[in-house]
Structure formats: C-alpha cells, structure tokens
C-alpha cells in the first residue's frame, strides 16, 4: 500500500497564532510532497511542492512567508501557516510522490483548520 | 477555458444501476489520468490510474481513455450507497506525477 497520514486532522485557533501541520507516508519514502487547499465544494488547489532537503516550490499567488513548508525527512513534511487570520479557515491537504516511474500522488485524509 | 472540466452534479442514481462519469481535457500532452474518490472531509483516494488510450478494469469500475477526443470516464457498475462521494479526475503529462490537474469533481449520490 501507500499509506499517507496527516497531524492533526482538525485545529481550532485564535487569529494571530500559528499552526502545524505534519505529513507522514507510513510505508514508503517520498522524496517528494505536495500541499493542497481545498474550500468547500471545489477541487484541490496546488499551494506547493516539497522535496526532501530543499526549499519549496510555491504557486503562483501563494505566500511563502505564510505558508512555511519543511521537508526534513523522506517521510515528513510540515506545513506550518504563520499569523493565522480567518481568512485561512480551509481544508489542507498534503500527498505524497511514491517515487516510481508511472506511479502517482498518494492523499493524507487531510486537516481541517479553522481560524477564529 | 479550464485545462480539465468536469460536471460538478451533483448526479443521483438508485442503487445498482450503472455510473458514468466524465472528464474532458485541453491540454493534448496529458499521459497519465487517474480518478479519486473523496468521501466528505477525508482525504482523495486513488481509485484507478491509466496511462495513455484505453479501458482499465478494476473490479466495479472501468476507466476509460479516449485521447483522440481528450475525454475520459469512469463507469461504476452495480452502484452501492457506499459509492456516494466525490469523484475527481485528474490528468499529468509526465510519469513523475509531479504536476496532477484535478477536475473540479462531481457529486454522486446513490439511493438505497
């Protein structure tokens, strides 16, 4: 299989804190993760790649400074929003990249954030 | 124009009866397509993953891919309550998967 999980899956916070997100893939290595954000009743929206030992690649339109991606380990990538405002209530999800030739994108369940 | 559409329903059939859904697509360079099934507040899952033209099989679903007309579709058959969720297609033009366009997903709902 290709187990990804995601910690924690639901956050509350105040406006001006910050929040963590982790990504694991259980079984596998990924040399490569990705973060989404999805609203409501609308697909997933890319907000960066992360690769292993390297700094993120953003979206066009994403701040960097906001949304601080890490990806120390082969089976962890955290996803750290600064200065959280309500704004950024959402439902973020990361995947990870099994590394084969033809495989795809595996999902975490996701972690639903909301900002007070 | 959208790289990838996709009807987002929301689409309601009874139970057992057969599902078809459908994405079509711009971009001629995509390779790889792929469906994922989301259940409410959860994470995408992979449902089927094919590459190039053709039909796939995997138990109650067959994927089909028709790059001459950039369309491809997911049948569901023998439709249970647990197949209501949504269903997203997405597409990459490379193996690495490093870039997947989602479609904007379609509703499904079974009725017992």
């Known amino acids: 299989g290709a187990v990804v999980s995601q910690h924690p899956s639901r956050v509350i916070c105040k406006s001006g804190t910050s929040v963590k997100i982790e990504c694991r893939s259980l079984d596998f290595q990924a040399t490569t993760m990705f973060w989404y954000r999805q609203f409501p009743k609308q697909s997933l929206m890319l907000m960066a790649t992360?690769?292993?030992?390297?700094?993120?690649?953003?979206e066009q339109g994403v701040e960097k400074d906001k949304f601080l991606i890490n990806h120390a380990s082969l089976t962890l990538s955290t996803l750290t929003v600064t200065s959280a405002h309500p704004e950024d209530s959402s439902f973020y999800i990361c995947?990870?990249?099994?590394?084969?030739?033809?495989?795809?994108?595996?999902f975490g369940p996701g972690t639903r954030l909301t900002v007070l | 124009q959208k790289e990838v559409e996709q009807d987002p329903g929301p689409l309601s059939v009874p139970e057992g009866a057969i599902v078809s859904l459908n994405c079509t697509y711009s971009?001629?360079?995509?390779?790889?397509f792929m469906w994922y099934r989301q259940y409410s507040r959860k994470g995408p899952e992979l449902l089927m993953y094919?590459?190039?033209?053709g039909n796939k099989e995997d138990g109650r679903f067959t994927a089909q891919v028709d790059k001459s007309s950039k369309y491809i579709s997911l049948f569901i058959r023998d439709s249970q309550p647990s197949d209501s969720a949504t269903y997203l297609c997405?597409?990459?033009?490379?193996?690495?998967?490093?870039?997947?366009?989602f479609g904007s997903g379609t509703r499904l709902s079974i009725r017992p």
């Open positions: 094919t590459y190039s033209s």
């Open positions: 992360s690769n292993e030992g390297s700094k993120a690649t953003y």
């Open positions: 971009n001629s360079a995509f390779q790889y």
């Open positions: 997405a597409m990459s033009a490379d193996s690495s998967a490093s870039k997947i366009i």
């Open positions: 995947s990870a990249l099994r590394g084969s030739r033809g495989d795809t994108q595996y």
